[in-house]
């Protein structure tokens, strides 16, 4: 069982800088993708920004251009990278790793962007 341990979140200021990580138990060798999520107060879980096994990154539209996901495999961490804070970029913010189609999160870590 893979566990996921996000970090960094907190508080930042519009315009400002966040950088979040997200540390693995133990090294992954093969998914489906992982990524980073996102859920408002009120709002649905969606979808931040993922990569697939292949290298195919996907942003949402809303943080195109302003985060960034990377990984450091040596460190079995995911992170990422939020430039250019909004207000409306504050939630919970969620790592996930689907392995053989089956997923795993890790707890969230809280964002609150402040104007």
């Known amino acids: 069982q893979v566990q996921l341990v996000e970090s960094g979140g907190g508080l930042g200021q519009a315009g400002g800088s966040l950088t979040l990580s997200c540390a693995a138990s133990?090294?992954?060798?093969?998914?489906?993708?992982m990524g980073w999520y996102r859920q408002a107060p009120g709002e649905e879980r969606e979808l931040v920004a993922r990569i697939t096994y292949g290298g195919i990154m996907n942003y949402a539209d809303s943080v195109k251009g302003r985060f960034t996901l990377s990984r450091d495999n040596a460190k079995n961490t995911m992170y990422l990278q939020m430039n250019s804070l909004k207000p409306e970029n504050t939630a919970v913010y969620y790592c996930?790793?689907?392995?053989?189609?089956?997923?795993?999160w890790g707890q969230g870590t809280q964002v609150t962007v402040s104007s």
């Open positions: 133990q090294r992954i060798l093969g998914f489906n993708y």
């Open positions: 996930s790793v689907d392995i053989a189609w089956k997923a795993y």
